[in-house]
């Protein structure tokens, strides 16, 4: 099993940045990828990018595109959510998670096996 910490959040106001990690231990990841969803309260739990362990391509929700980011190094076994342009609607908590199966639907929750504690994100107007 992998267990998955996550860290960076906090509050900022809209225009503003934050730096998203989640740090992978239990052994070296190998898993088909990495990603975040986030919750805001009272709605269901949101796609928000994710990223293949190999190759690294890349995915997004609509709604952060072209303002979110997404890496990973291997060799940490850490994989980063840069977040620019924030804008109130962003504030969650937001979780990484990890598709230790590959079970290969790096945009579902049903891809993930594991998932970290949650970072509170609060983007203020």
């Known amino acids: 099993q992998v267990q998955l910490v996550e860290s960076g959040g906090g509050l900022v106001q809209a225009g503003g940045s934050l730096r998203l990690s989640c740090v992978a231990s239990g052994g070296t990841f190998s898993g088909y990828a990495m990603g975040w969803f986030r919750q805001a309260p009272a709605k269901e739990r949101e796609f928000v990018a994710a990223i293949r362990w190999t190759g690294g391509r890349t995915y997004f929700g609509d709604s952060v595109k072209g303002r979110f980011t997404i890496s990973r190094d291997n060799a940490k076994n850490t994989v980063s959510l840069q977040m620019n342009s924030l804008k109130p609607e962003d504030t969650a908590v937001y979780y990484c998670?990890?598709?230790?199966?590959?079970?290969?639907?790096?945009?579902?929750?049903?891809?993930?096996?594991?998932w970290g504690q949650g970072t509170q994100v609060t983007v203020s107007s």
């Open positions: 998670a990890a598709d230790s199966k590959s079970r290969a639907q790096p945009t579902s929750r049903r891809g993930y096996d594991d």
